[in-house]
């Protein structure tokens, strides 16, 4: 029983990391809330057949990386390894005809089997953001730039972004025919991973990391070059609105992303400051998956953020904890009993309250109350518990030193008016 730790691949979040975590959730859900974007959550774990059918069963996902077994009912789960095919799932399992368009967000733990590396587990936390039943380029640009601003919001350095199209369907059918018989010629050329890729996700060896195959692959069929002309003025289109807001891209036309789903618009914000895994955000449309899971045919478009590299990024000004507003000092029975009942009402005014519970000596309470840099304490000792009042005490603000008032525990307003005047007010 000595042994017991974690597993591999999991991390234990203490109370001084998660600081860091919830103030940049706070920011996240701050922006979200202003592009009137509403939360959604699924369950964690879900049929394997979902991800088969929505991911695909020839990607790295699928096949190599996911946590897949069987329950004591003999059905197959899956702890789920992305969001957007539960987001899916559910939409369709509620009906979609009542609301068909929808902008959506979740949070939360995915699992993947691979190794562990800075900035992403075997667990993982990642924020997504989905627009269900949009189909126009300016749902496409609005996303981008959510996504972009977001990001930026939080001061993240180094900011890149990498667009390419996938086209529709019929694009990429085209182009794989071609690309196809252009592998075999060159098989020889390509990695051994991309080799075994040829016959399960041949278009994922356009995102080859292994520097002789991006080598080989300089001289493969193009993507682009097998886009019809509705799908050459859409990818344009959004380029050009990216350059009326100013922001920045680069066309990357190996980018592919890792899932089957994905056609037209597809892009990855990617931060120098990481090093070589330096994807932040990634995302695309994805206008068939829905129809392929069963739904009613419904354009979509999403990203996806992963947290651990964001926080990884974010400044050391997220590291700062809020300050304790008022901390307090208790003794004696009575006295406890009265700043129990005080600690419930200075809750109320939105205020973050420590009230001491060691029962140890005035002196050790004071100097707990300054390690935690308590913006003011209330002291109730045995003489302010007969008199039913309380001492409270605003740290020195200035050179004038503290500022100090007897409130009575009865007196709601008198403790009301001290509290907006000393620590709510602007």
């Given at each position: 029983?000595?042994n017991?730790?974690?597993?591999?691949?999991?991390?234990?979040?203490?109370?001084?990391?998660?600081?860091k975590?919830?103030?940049?959730?706070?920011?996240?859900?701050?922006?979200?809330?202003?592009?009137?974007?509403?939360?959604?959550?699924t369950?964690?774990?879900?049929?394997?057949?979902?991800?088969?059918?929505?991911?695909?069963e020839?990607?790295?996902?699928?096949?190599?990386?996911?946590?897949?077994?069987?329950?004591?009912?003999?059905?197959?789960?899956?702890?789920?390894?992305?969001?957007?095919?539960?987001?899916?799932?559910?939409?369709?399992?509620?009906?979609?005809?009542?609301?068909?368009?929808?902008k959506?967000?979740?949070?939360?733990?995915?699992?993947?089997?691979?190794?562990?590396?800075?900035?992403?587990?075997r667990?993982?936390?990642?924020?997504?953001?989905?627009?269900?039943?949009?189909?126009s380029v300016?749902s496409?640009?609005?996303i981008?730039?959510?996504?972009?601003?977001?990001?930026?919001?939080?001061?993240?350095?180094?900011?890149n972004?990498?667009?390419?199209?996938?086209?529709?369907?019929?694009?990429?059918?085209?182009?794989?025919?071609?690309?196809?018989?252009?592998?075999?010629?060159?098989?020889?050329?390509?990695?051994?991973?991309?080799?075994?890729?040829?016959?399960?996700?041949?278009l994922?060896?356009?995102?080859?990391?292994?520097?002789q195959?991006?080598?080989?692959?300089?001289?493969?069929?193009?993507?682009?070059?097998?886009?019809?002309?509705?799908?050459?003025?859409?990818?344009s289109?959004?380029?050009?609105?990216?350059?009326?807001?100013?922001?920045?891209?680069?066309?990357?036309?190996?980018?592919?992303?890792?899932?089957?789903?994905?056609?037209?618009?597809?892009?990855?914000?990617?931060?120098?400051?990481?090093?070589?895994?330096?994807?932040?955000?990634?995302?695309?449309?994805?206008?068939n998956?829905?129809?392929?899971?069963?739904?009613?045919?419904?354009?979509?478009?999403?990203?996806?953020?992963?947290?651990?590299?964001?926080?990884?990024?974010?400044?050391?000004?997220?590291?700062?904890?809020?300050?304790?507003?008022?901390?307090?000092?208790?003794?004696?029975?009575?006295?406890?009993?009265?700043?129990?009942?005080?600690?419930?009402?200075?809750?109320?005014?939105?205020?973050?309250?420590?009230?001491?519970?060691?029962?140890?000596?005035?002196?050790k309470?004071?100097?707990?109350?300054?390690?935690?840099?308590s913006?003011?304490?209330?002291?109730?000792?045995?003489?302010?518990?007969?008199?039913?009042?309380?001492?409270?005490?605003?740290?020195?603000?200035?050179?004038?030193?503290?500022?100090?008032e007897?409130?009575?525990?009865?007196n709601?307003?008198?403790?009301?008016?001290?509290?907006?005047?000393?620590?709510?007010?602007?």
């Open positions: 029983m000595n017991l730790k974690n597993l591999r691949g999991t991390v234990d979040l203490l109370p001084d990391q998660l600081i975590w919830q103030n940049v959730e706070k920011i996240l859900l701050e922006q979200l809330a202003r592009a009137s974007i509403k939360e959604i959550r369950p964690i774990l879900e049929m394997t057949e979902l991800f088969i059918r929505g991911i695909g020839g990607t790295d996902v699928v096949s190599k990386e996911m946590y897949t077994f069987l329950d004591r009912g003999e059905r197959s789960c899956t702890l789920r390894p992305e969001g957007t095919a539960s987001v899916a799932r559910a939409l369709i399992q509620k009906g979609m005809s009542s609301n068909p368009l929808q959506l967000w979740y949070m939360g733990p995915m699992f993947r089997y691979e190794r562990p590396q800075a900035g992403r587990q667990q993982f936390h990642q924020l997504g953001v989905e627009f269900i039943g949009y189909d300016r496409d640009v609005e981008v730039a959510l996504a972009w601003d977001v990001l930026s919001k939080l001061g993240i350095k180094e900011l972004l990498e667009i390419n199209t996938l086209g529709d369907v019929s694009d990429r059918l085209n182009f794989q025919k071609s690309f196809l018989k252009w592998l075999e010629i060159n098989k020889n050329s390509l990695d051994l991973d991309s080799q075994n890729r040829i016959t399960k996700n041949p994922r060896i356009l995102d080859s990391k292994d520097i195959t991006k080598k080989t692959l300089e001289n493969a069929p193009r993507l682009f070059n097998f886009l019809s002309e509705k799908s050459h003025k859409r990818y289109d959004f380029k050009k609105q990216l350059e009326v807001l100013k922001i920045p891209y680069v066309e990357n036309f190996n980018l592919v992303r890792g899932l089957d789903y994905y056609t037209h618009t597809a892009f990855e914000i990617t931060s120098g400051a990481l090093g070589s895994q330096a994807t932040v955000c990634g995302g695309g449309r994805y206008d998956l829905i129809k392929q899971m069963g739904g009613p045919n419904t354009p979509a478009i999403g990203f996806a953020i992963g947290l651990e590299r964001l926080i990884l990024l974010a400044g050391k000004e997220f590291e700062v904890p809020r300050n304790t507003d008022i901390y307090i000092i208790n003794q004696g029975f009575i006295a406890e009993q009265l700043a129990m009942d005080l600690s419930r009402k200075l809750r109320n005014y939105d205020l973050l309250v420590e009230l001491d519970l060691s029962g140890s000596s005035f002196s309470q004071f100097k707990k109350a300054n390690k935690l840099k913006k003011s304490i209330v002291v109730i000792g045995e003489d302010e518990a007969t008199k039913k009042e309380f001492i409270i005490r605003l740290f020195a603000q200035s050179d004038n030193g503290n500022k100090e007897v409130i009575s525990l009865e709601d307003f008198g403790l009301e008016k001290w509290i907006n005047n000393n620590l709510l007010a602007k």
